[in-house]
């Protein structure tokens, strides 16, 4: 079936490297993609999302890519901070009232 | 300080009993829903509600019951029907026009004994 998916369960980042956190998907009709972070035992925050029609958006230290050919997206967080450190969801918003579909995540761990 | 809460933050059950969980928000969000997040997972859509008084199944509603009587609550009942109901429950809520970037509550974990 669709899903969202990820290539990586745990990624291990010296602090001050540059992070790239990756999601496959398979449902080509969503309109937006979205990534958030969850830090252990909190909800889930949002980070950043990415038009269809879009291949890439910056924000503060973060970068989302959007391959729409290899149906691949990547965020991309510059100079990684051990506030990093937590799990990142991929998730693909497929219609207009918010029924966001999910990735499995990738834990992000930031070494000194 | 705006925001959504949920409570209790950890609740135990015994077999066969419903249990209502408690999710509220004063941001003034039209749209509220509930996810079931398990141990290396990523979040799945139980309910979901648009707007006071009207809500809709999610991908597993099954066990599961909800009400919008009012904007800024949408309580989750865990019924005996749910097989396996130990589970990190999330609430969230988000403004119409903005529907990706939904705000979340810290959860509740409820776990059956």
């Known amino acids: 079936g669709e899903s969202v998916g990820l290539h990586l369960p745990t990624l291990s980042v010296q602090e001050g490297d540059n992070s790239i956190i990756n999601c496959a998907y398979s449902?080509?009709?969503?309109?937006?993609f979205i990534w958030y972070k969850q830090e252990s035992g909190k909800g889930p925050q949002f980070i950043i999302d990415?038009?269809?029609?879009?291949d890439k958006r910056q924000g503060q230290r973060v970068t989302v890519l959007l391959n729409k050919t290899v149906k691949h997206l990547s965020l991309q967080i510059a100079a990684t901070q051990p506030g990093d450190s937590a799990v990142y969801f991929c998730a693909e918003n497929r219609n207009s009232w918010g029924k966001l579909q999910f990735g499995a995540g990738t834990q992000v761990v930031v070494t000194p | 300080d705006g925001g959504i809460t949920q409570s209790p933050k950890y609740l135990f059950r015994k077999e066969g009993q419903n249990v209502t969980l408690s999710c509220e928000q004063n941001?003034?969000?039209?749209?509220m829903y509930w996810y079931r997040q398990d141990p290396g997972q990523g979040l799945r859509l139980i309910y979901y509600?648009?707007?006071?008084?009207?809500?809709q199944k999610g991908d597993i509603a099954e066990g599961y019951s909800v009400s919008r009587e009012k904007k800024e609550s949408f309580p989750l009942t865990v019924t005996s029907a749910q097989k396996n109901p130990t589970a990190f429950y999330l609430c969230a809520s988000v403004d119409r026009g903005s529907y990706n970037e939904q705000f979340f509550g810290p959860g509740t974990r409820l776990t059956v004994l």
């Open positions: 990415i038009r269809s029609n879009m």
């Open positions: 941001l003034n969000h039209d749209a």
């Open positions: 509600s648009q707007i006071v008084n009207d809500f």
């Open positions: 449902n080509s009709a969503s309109d937006y």
